[in-house]
């Protein structure tokens, strides 16, 4: 971990960013003057952090430009199938980046470049047609990006270093841990040592010194939302949350001001939804930032310490043990995955016996005969998000309900990321370490059929599926009787 910051330190200049924060995945060489006349701009490739405020990677991006007094310019990349996603997903992240795009030319006078195909042929290409000198990225943990940013670095040209900033996490991957852990309680107290260092306000967005000049480019967003949206058709778009940093703030905003108070008591119980943030689809597209959100939920510690402590502990250890899994277990979407003890403790009862055994489809469609089972699922299609005490019992049912560890991981990740504005570390996470009980070390083995995790009374089964019904406009669901 502190070699990280050594590396940088000599190979980086003045930045206003913290240099734990920063990696240097390629060093450009020098080239000599009657080779390179000039320095070329920088170039930020977003991905992840899709945001013009409380973005290190921006920030670090513009103060480079502006050390080398070169232009800088912002870059992104949609490919074809953008991570399997659909138009729920890619309808919010395009509305968010049109957003982005017309705030950061009118506001900072910065270009931003859209790009179609192959991040390892439109990234290069461009980096080569500008003449850049310095390539930022900002950090994933997934190993698809990773591996397109090892064949990035072999394709720029030698003189351009390249450089990443972890913008998502508060306390930055590799600052935190150089191993997986595999409990929030071994990450927690890491977390927590590291957090008055890098829990700080933002700096200012420095305007650029050196233009970039006209790039003579149009981008027809209205037309491009309508092409996704139409080709993935299948899982349409939500309207529950407004795509867009605008939204996420104005999200943020009202969580904090009404309803984090009540966050450490009503944040388990699914029939007031209200208790939780909304904020998960901004946190996934980086329209908004996590350090944001713990800075603004502190104001409130005074007023009310156990909700903030409470929501600070699911947004960063949870959410950054999340990142640590995907980046440190490389089958972090399989049950090779798993713990080695949970791994053999579900080899122990693979043949167990299973009361039912239902198809993809039965699952996708909600045809179970369990109704809570089929309303978590039945909200997740339909509004594209699903209340996290269920998703526990929506993971391990699923496990319960097919013939194999690798079959229900598989079937897990398949409905997430077809049904939900997330497929990200946050979610990969939970559903591979429930399906394979890798949080359950201190409960006894059980069969399959019988899953350690307390099931609702039917009373609040009955509350919470008439909840759904009655609010989300859902198909109807086999009707409950009230036996309390």
């Given at each position: 971990m502190a070699t990280a910051t050594?590396?940088?330190?000599?190979?980086?200049?003045?930045?206003?960013?913290?240099?734990?924060?920063?990696?240097?995945?390629?060093?450009?060489?020098?080239?000599?003057?009657?080779?390179?006349?000039?320095?070329?701009?920088?170039?930020?490739?977003?991905?992840r952090d899709q945001r013009l405020r409380d973005n290190w990677a921006l920030i670090h991006a513009v103060d480079q430009a502006n050390r080398l007094n070169v232009p800088v310019a912002v870059a992104f990349n949609l490919f074809d199938q953008f991570l399997g996603a659909n138009a729920r997903q890619l309808g919010f992240m395009l509305r968010g980046l049109q957003q982005f795009h017309h705030e950061i030319e009118e506001t900072l006078r910065i270009p931003f470049f859209l790009f179609q195909g192959e991040a390892i042929d439109t990234i290069p290409s461009f980096i080569k047609e500008c003449g850049a000198s310095i390539l930022?990225?900002?950090?994933?943990?997934?190993?698809?990006?990773?591996g397109w940013k090892e064949e990035i670095t072999k394709r720029v040209p030698d003189y351009v270093s390249i450089h990443e900033v972890d913008a998502h996490n508060i306390v930055p991957l590799w600052m935190t841990s150089d191993k997986l852990e595999d409990y929030a309680r071994t990450i927690r107290p890491k977390i927590n040592n590291l957090l008055p260092q890098y829990l700080i306000e933002f700096p200012p967005l420095k305007p650029q010194t050196k233009n970039w000049g006209d790039s003579n480019r149009c981008i027809d967003w209205e037309k491009l939302i309508e092409n996704v949206t139409r080709k993935g058709a299948e899982v349409p778009e939500i309207e529950w949350c407004e795509p867009g940093e605008i939204g996420a703030s104005e999200t943020l905003r009202a969580f904090t001001k009404t309803r984090l108070i009540n966050y450490s008591t009503d944040r388990n119980n699914p029939t007031k939804q209200n208790a939780v943030s909304g904020l998960s689809p901004y946190l996934h597209f980086g329209q908004i930032s996590a350090q944001r959100c713990a800075l603004e939920a502190r104001k409130f510690h005074k007023v009310y310490p156990q909700a903030v402590d409470k929501f600070l502990d699911e947004l960063i250890v949870w959410r950054e043990l999340a990142d640590n899994f995907c980046y440190y277990q490389t089958h972090y979407d399989s049950f090779r995955g798993a713990c080695d003890w949970a791994r053999i403790t579900l080899m122990d009862h693979a043949f167990d016996k299973r009361a039912h055994i239902y198809t993809l489809e039965q699952l996708e469609e909600a045809q179970t005969a369990d109704p809570l089972w089929?309303?978590?699922?039945?909200?997740?299609?339909?509004?594209?998000?699903?209340?996290?005490?269920?998703?526990m019992y929506w993971a391990k049912k699923i496990l319960e309900w097919t013939s194999s560890q690798q079959e229900a991981v598989e079937i897990a990740v398949y409905l997430n990321d077809k049904a939900t504005t997330?497929?990200?570390?946050?979610?990969?996470?939970?559903?591979?370490?429930?399906?394979?009980?890798?949080?359950?070390?201190s409960f006894v083995s059980y069969p399959v059929t019988f899953i350690p995790i307390s099931q609702p009374t039917n009373s609040p089964i009955l509350t919470f599926v008439n909840f759904l019904l009655l609010s989300n406009s859902m198909p109807k669901l086999p009707q409950l009787e009230n036996s309390t």
């Open positions: 050594t590396a940088a330190s000599s190979l980086i200049g003045s930045t206003a960013v913290q240099l734990g924060r920063i990696r240097v995945l390629k060093q450009g060489i020098h080239q000599p003057a009657s080779l390179s006349p000039k320095v070329g701009p920088v170039v930020y490739w977003m991905f930022v990225t900002d950090f994933s943990p997934l190993r698809q990006v990773r089929n309303a978590s699922q039945l909200e997740m299609v339909h509004h594209g998000k699903m209340h996290g005490y269920m998703r997330l497929k990200s570390p946050s979610n990969l996470f939970p559903n591979t370490f429930l399906l394979t009980m890798s949080t359950d070390s």
